[in-house]
T-cell receptor, first 118, second 111 residues
């Protein structure tokens, strides 16, 4: 149980295009999903917290107009990188929190999406 | 600003030895602490979590927490080459929502 998928796993795009990344909780409902970004040899940096049915909360320094987050259902959140540039190339990882809560590890990580912007 | 600090390493140990990974955190109000393992190109996978002072053991892994010193560690006994990875320490903030990650310590176990 507690499986989170991401699609696509890899994407290469041209500078200026937009890329959408999907994060799905496959066997549980997630009221909250988190989007992280990881540059090479760096740690995971939280970009935003996404709550189902409401606007995402962005961390300081993350442009909300550039990184559009939609959490329209209890099993799906999407991150759209608009007008991507080479500096947006990174490993994007989502995690989802089971709506049933409880415990100390209710966040489950997806496998990540490697974005390369040419 | 909340910070989680780890020595980036690399930490090199021979097969069968004990590997000791350390982490300090700045937010004294933090309540729960996590150790993740991350292989290159993969997302993190949870090894252990701990929330009470003292030791918590799970197989070859032991997590140690000292809230007064704001210090958490992970011991790996009988280290195996397959343990070679980056180990991320993460702390859940006071609000109990987001995880704050350290930069990770790279462990290399030689056979």
């Amino acid at each position: 149980g507690a499986v989170v998928s991401q699609h696509p796993s890899r994407v290469i795009c041209k500078s200026g295009t937009s890329v959408k990344i999907e994060c799905r909780s496959l066997d549980f409902q997630a009221t909250t999903m988190f989007w992280y970004r990881q540059f090479p040899k760096q740690s995971l940096m939280l970009m935003a917290t996404s709550n189902e049915g409401s606007k995402a909360t962005y961390e300081q320094g993350v442009e909300k107009d550039k990184f559009l987050i939609n959490h329209a259902s209890l099993t799906l959140s999407t991150l759209t990188v608009t007008s991507a540039h080479p500096e947006d190339s990174s490993f994007y990882i989502c995690s989802a929190r089971d709506r049933r809560g409880g415990g100390y590890n209710e966040q489950f990580f997806g496998p990540g999406t490697r974005l390369t912007v040419l | 600003q909340k910070e989680v600090e780890q020595n980036s390493g690399p930490l090199s140990v021979p097969e069968g030895a004990i590997a000791s990974l350390n982490c300090t955190y700045s937010d004294r109000g933090s309540q729960s602490f996590f150790w993740y393992r991350q292989y290159s190109g993969k997302s993190p996978e949870l090894i252990m979590f701990i929330y009470s002072n003292g030791d918590k053991e799970d197989g070859r892994f032991t997590a140690q927490l000292n809230k007064a010193s704001q210090y958490v560690s992970l011991l790996i006994r009988d280290s195996q080459p397959s343990d070679s990875a980056t180990y991320l320490c993460a702390v859940k903030d006071q609000a109990g929502t987001a995880l704050i990650f350290g930069k990770g310590t790279t462990l290399s176990v030689s056979s």
